[in-house]
């Protein structure tokens, strides 16, 4: 009732000001006025590029009416004079959750046991997907705020976009004007002002898919097919998600990615179905600035400038990677670089703690290098053209809402001031601006005596210090409604007695007088006086002091972490003298022998080569092989298992890859130079696989095989049925129904496939797609396996549709079967002497690579792990010890043999002029124990080097020590700090199931 | 009823692969080893050597030249002999499968568990133990896991028909897991997955000194009934038992030895200790003895070297500290077997070979205090070695001909070689 009663008064308030038309009065008379508001004398910053001297600016309605120099008043106007001041256009924060709760988590996950999962949607009615909500609408959980609307406003905001913050699509936002006083229709400049998008879950549904961020990426193309296939009329049923995802279609779409990687990775599904996301990034698109310039995306930006980490304890700092001290040192850069390279933005108060640490962190980014006018133009006029608003925000000119700031100096310098912020033509005043200023020192004569008053502090809340001679007095000043009332102890502290002064300031400032109370009770005047500024006789420096250093921006790195390329490695011409040369061709192993390589590629393998105008490098006594190739790697990657459904056919690793994993730098130090990423294990169809060559310093998209051959990850066994989870509520919980999966998917698939190439509409299944290309050979199958029934249950399902298993990885029983796979041809890349870790491993045995090597199955041996793949060498050479395998096979197992199984081998995999320039130059035998890689080379560059190496390591250490000490200086100039801390990544195996929000 | 016959299920599955190989008789003949490469464990090496071993022990060894052989001449010329390799802070025996929880015994419950003895739990006839001897690992120390002080260690050889047998050092040890400097967010509720400063650190530790004081308390008293936690202290008291404390940061370590100094630790090792290679001075001025963790690792912080953990028992070593390799982290127990190899790796990353081989020998034989009877191939201890025909750093030449344990001749067959050769068979028709 109360609620309600106080919400009636605001509305009848607002009837005062703006009676609408058409709405009854009862209250009184229907009265209105039609006068005009007009600010004369300003400069008047009508866009971030133009401005107006001595300008008049005429409002009327909440709008503004004219803008300009000569302009004839109305005759009903109330005039303002800002002489000397400077108005602006009010800001814009397109980004933002005001007035909006987000739900609360509702807990379980996969690990959990008993947790209460749900496999499919709650809703009805609805998309299948929880997680896909574009029928929400901002409005029906907003509620107006105007104790946050009060923060923004102070900070110079005048509009505000809000939106739902959950789920995958998170519905339609609202476009808000600040408007304390206005009513609530009056305020809503938009209920659909755009649609808004993450990769995060909704926490309204416990509906476990996606579980990853490629899952999510996958559903949502999934949806753009789905929207697209309902317009089509075809779908019998009513599915409002789709429904309302047509509607919005033409609205902003605004896609929270949150980092600068998560950004690209979003443009990329946009690109697909001709969407551009405008892309709320993480402050980190510096980094890699190339690769944000190429989405033409505009930018939402952040300014959640890390904080120095406090290093004062150096065994707590040893935490504190290099790459995240860079980050510290780099982020403030970040709205430059990007204005330097031509990206437009708008900056968002998102991620900031305080609204008002908004000012301090514009003016860091421009002391990094921040244009004043781009700084402006990301506040105001850039977020106004994303919303499509153009003709009523943002800028001042006849006929856009009258949102604009009076300022006491330009934006964005030292000592600025916003004294009000107009909001559709109300007035909010910031700091009053008719305060008299009354700070400066005086001399106050009172009763006979003469003491020192020195005021200071900004002009409303002034700070004062009393002193009688030498001797500093306890005081108090109080300034408010041009009165000013001063109290200050005495002389003689031996007794608790007070002065009081007061009097009123009016246009004489610098001489006060008025009355004072005296510590006996005695009614008196006094006078102050203020000094000249040669009385005072302050030394200027404050000012000298105000004069800030440069800062010292460390140059980014490709990947910008430790060991990350300056410049990035290029191809070489080079020729290696006199080295051991394992050809993995019908040449063997020759002795003293020279390769030229050239362009990129293999160019000559013999004596005596001539070297051309390549770089000669003496390989005496040391072995070159072809690069190592891990069959079965989950590094750089930021995601390796969709664990929502039984198949997840539709997601691709490529989609995640992770340029800046450190492992794949120590990978190159094993010598190892491609690698397939695939999916985990988590379901019996798993997910497309990436290819990769570890090219450090590359981005993700270079970083993929060109044309790379098409692979998904299968699972059998104990992880699908889910043996050693909390939940056991997924289908299937036996290897009889992991089957039972496989024959239903590639019936289905089939029948898809029969239909689209009929020539009859249908509907677009990226996973149906996906395993229609296995049944078409266009997709090789990579399927984790353990015991021999289910390998043979298998290639009998894929005899039954009449294709061929490409590989069985793990296959750790593949020796009890190892005829029955080189019948069906399929090949295996095991692991060396892994066993024992759980039931289905118990007849696992170090001997199975030679076994199935002997009966005739391409074989091959991975890592699944990141530690181990730093020496696949090794673990091939194991094969010698376990079944005596000629030492020449078992460095196939680890290079020609993963290259065939991967179908690059016309590429790469051994040393045969043509092929890629893929090489290890080893200290020693490829095979034994006690040899490194000393260079590692890709393409016929060199991503790793000893000796490169052991230089970066010193520059490391001094790097660290230099942004240390920057730290410290921040932290002595008493900025606030955060203390050390070590980001973490989880160490993905297969089994693996990675959490996402 | 349904738990019940999965339990029946599984015994039924163990008790038909479980028919393990037969532990070796007692050494009957004198054996002479001849002509090999014997490595001798203390960083010395005799080419063309003659090794006599009798009743179990060593009674001769030398150069072929100075010795003759008696008793049954094994001819070894071109291969080499290396005493028995040692897996210390290993859960060898007391988890078969990590993922059948019926089938684990390395982590009681509670947190101060001196008094919980691995011996009882060492399951002689395990699987993953038998595996251990064709690679040359001929014997492991057996630790608990889990809690502040996870219990009580035990030494055993690997060739025996119970737990009892398999001892050679019982309760040689106490363990404690020093509290972390750096906790890590429980990012499966929602947390930060990252590391930060522990904030309870101090706490924890004083935990522990509360614990110490307590059974110093409870020993004196006198009274051994009362409190079996505090009376299991006694020997790292008064050193007749090792204290034994995982520990891996900096910081944390110099708080470990002033603990140990001030509650009057006479033995002190340090296990894992990652970052030691930071304090290699100290810990050699105190002496202090590490078992370093596995080199087969990825560094613990992005910037580090990417073979530290490769060369940081090499570190210790060169700074003259006593260390030895031990193997524990993921699949700690089947991966035991590649213990020789780790320490190849440590040799690949600069140090001398017959250095890495004190690794993994007779330097874990001083750190667990059996040094007077094994660790080295020297006159008067114990005949537990192996032949192999190369190089056993190396994987390519660590193939056994021959081990003994003890002077007994044991088997090198495996549930392993048992399905290679069962296989090879199938596919020989």
Known sequence: ?997 | MKNLIYIIVLITLFGEVRAQQTPAKDQSEVISITGATAHIGNGEVIENSTIIFENGKITAIGASSSISPKGKIIDASGKHVYPGFIAPNSTLGLVEISAVRASDDDSEIGNYNPHIRSIIAFNAESKIVESMRPNGVLMAQVTPRGGVISGTSSVVQLDAWNWEDAAIKTDDGVHINWPNVFSQGQWWLGEDPGFKPNKKYTKQINEIENFIKQAKASIKSGVTSENLPHHAMKGVFDGSKILYVHVDVEKAILDVISFAQKNGIKKLVLVNAYEAYKLANQLKRNNIAVLSGRPHKTPNYEDDDYDLPYKNAKILMDAGVLVALQNSGGMERTNARNLPFQAGTVAAHGLDKEKALQLITGNTAKILGIDKFVGTLEIGKDATLFISQGDALDMRTNLLEKAFIQGRDISLESHHTKLWKRYRKKYSK
């Open chain 1, 1 to 997: 009732m109360k609620k309600l009663l106080l919400s009636l008064t605001v509305i009848c308030w607002g009837f005062n000001f703006y009676a609408q038309e058409y709405f009854p009065k009862n209250d009184g008379v229907k009265t209105a006025d039609s006068n005009y508001t007009v600010f004369k004398n300003a400069t008047i910053h009508t866009t971030p590029n133009s401005e107006i001297k001595n300008g008049t600016l005429v409002i009327h309605k909440g709008k503004i009416a004219q803008v300009g120099n000569n302009i004839t008043v109305p005759k009903n106007s109330v005039i303002i004079d800002l002489k000397g001041k400077h108005i602006y256009a009010s800001f814009i924060d397109p980004f933002t959750n005001f007035g909006i709760k987000k739900p609360k988590k509702q807990g379980g996950s996969i690990f959990s046991p008993g947790a209460k999962l749900d496999w499919k949607a709650t809703r009805e009615g609805y998309y299948w997907n929880d997680h896909i909500r574009p029928e929400t609408s901002a409005l029906t959980s907003f509620t107006y705020d105007s104790k946050k609307a009060t923060e923004y406003i102070n900070e110079g905001f005048g509009v505000v976009n809000t939106h739902m913050p959950d789920g995958i699509i998170r519905g339609t936002g609202l476009l808000i004007a600040l408007n304390n006083k206005g009513t609530k229709g009056e305020r809503l400049l938009s209920d659909t002002s755009a649609q808004f998008l993450s990769f995060e879950k909704s926490n309204a549904s416990r509906q476990v898919y996606p579980t990853s961020l490629m899952g999510a990426m996958a559903l949502l193309r999934q949806v753009y097919y789905d929207a697209d296939w309902y317009t089509s009329g075809k779908v019998t049923n009513k599915d409002l998600s789709l429904e309302a995802l047509n509607r919005n279609k033409n609205l902003p779409q605004i896609f929270e990615a949150g980092s600068r990687i998560n950004g690209l990775r979003a443009d990329k599904v946009g690109d697909q179905f001709n969407i551009q996301y405008t892309i709320v990034g993480g402050g980190d698109e510096y980094a890699r600035i190339d690769e944000v310039k190429a989405t033409n995306a505009t930018y939402i930006i952040p300014l959640d400038f890390p904080e120095a980490y406090d290093v004062s304890d150096p065994f707590m700092a040893n935490l504190v990677s290099l790459g995240d001290m860079r980050h510290w040192n780099q982020a403030p850069t970040n709205p430059s670089v990007l204005s330097k390279n031509g990206i437009s933005f708008s900056l968002t108060t998102h991620k900031l703690k305080k609204l008002t640490d908004l000012n301090a962190r514009i003016m860091k980014a421009i002391a990094h290098g921040l244009d004043k006018k781009i700084a402006l133009a990301s506040l105001t006029t850039i977020p106004a053209q994303i919303l499509g608003k153009s003709n009523v925000l943002g800028s001042i000119k006849k006929g856009a809402y009258a949102n604009f700031l009076i300022t006491k100096d330009e934006l964005f310098t030292k000592d600025n001031i916003i004294f009000e912020n107009w909001v559709q033509g109300r007035k909010n005043i910031v700091t009053d601006m008719n305060i008299q200023d009354i700070s400066g020192d005086y001399e106050l004569v009172l009763a006979g005596k003469s003491y020192d008053v020195s005021i200071s502090g900004k002009p409303s809340s002034p700070k004062a210090k009393v002193k009688l001679g030498e001797i500093n007095l306890g005081s108090k000043i109080n300034y408010k409604d041009n009165w000013v009332t001063l109290t200050f102890t005495d002389a003689d502290t031996t007794k608790t007695q007070y002065t009081r002064i007061v009097a009123a300031i009016h246009d004489t400032p610098d001489l006060w007088d008025g009355k004072a109370v005296l510590p006996n009770g005695v009614e008196t005047t006094f006078t102050a006086k203020k000094k000249t500024k040669e009385d005072s006789g302050k030394t200027k420096d404050k000012e000298i002091l105000d004069k800030k250093e440069e800062p010292e921006i460390i140059p980014v790195v490709y990947p910008n972490i430790a060991y990350g390329n300056v410049k990035l490695p290029k191809s070489e011409n080079i020729l290696f003298k006199n080295a051991t040369i394992w050809t993995n061709e019908a040449d063997g192993i020759l002795t003293e022998t020279d390769v030229l390589i050239k362009d990129g590629k293999i160019s000559a393998v013999g004596k005596d080569l001539n070297a051309g105008n390549a770089k000669i490098i003496d390989a005496t006594g040391k072995h070159i092989t072809a690069g190592i190739i891990d069959e079965h790697s989950h590094i750089a990657a930021d995601a390796i298992n969709e664990a929502g459904h039984n198949s997840s056919a539709e997601v691709t690793i490529e989609d995640v890859v992770s340029p800046s994993d450190i492992n794949i730098y120590r990978n190159l130090a094993g010598g190892v130079t491609s690698i397939q990423i695939l999916h985990g294990s988590a379901n019996p169809i798993g997910g497309r696989s990436a290819i990769l060559k570890l090219k450090w310093g590359e981005s993700a998209e270079n970083l993929i095989y060109k044309n790379s051959p098409k692979f998904i990850k299968f699972a059998l066994g104990e992880n699908v049925k889910q043996s050693n989870w909390g939940s056991t509520t997924r289908f299937p919980q036996t290897r009889m129904g992991v089957e039972q999966l496989f024959v239903d998917y590639f019936g289905r698939a089939k029948a898809y496939q029969e239909l689209k190439q009929s020539g009859k509409p249908y509907r677009k299944d990226i996973e149906m797609e996906t395993i229609a290309e296995i049944l078409n050979g266009q997709r090789f199958i990579s399927c984790h396996s353990y015991v021999q029934s289910e390998i043979n249950m298998l290639m009998k399902v894929a005899d039954k549709f009449n294709f061929k298993v490409n590989t069985f990885t793990h296959i750790l029983e593949g020796y009890k079967v190892a005829d029955k796979m080189a019948a069906h041809g399929v090949g295996g890349s095991t692991f060396s002497d892994w066993w024992g870790y759980k039931f289905e491993v118990n007849d696992a045995i170090p001997y199975n690579a030679a076994i199935m090597h002997n009966q005739g199955v391409l074989t091959a041996i991975n890592s699944d792990d990141a530690e181990m793949s730093r020496r696949l060498n090794q673990e091939a050479a194991k094969s010698v010890k376990y079944g005596g395998i000629s030492e020449e096979d078992a460095l196939k197992f680890v290079t020609l043999n993963p290259a065939k199984l991967l179908h690059i081998d016309d590429r790469v995999g051994s040393i045969k002029i043509g092929k890629d320039a893929d090489l290890v130059l080893w200290t020693g035998h490829p095979l034994s124990i006690y040899s490194k890689a000393e260079k590692t080379i890709i393409d016929g560059a060199i991503y790793f080097d000893l000796t490169k190496d052991k230089s970066m390591r010193k520059a490391i250490a001094s790097e660290k020590n230099k942004l240390s000490t920057m730290m410290l200086k921040a932290k002595n100039s008493g900025l606030k700090t955060q203390p050390p801390k070590k980001k973490e990544k989880q160490h993905f195996k297969c089994e693996t199931v990675e959490t996402i929000n």
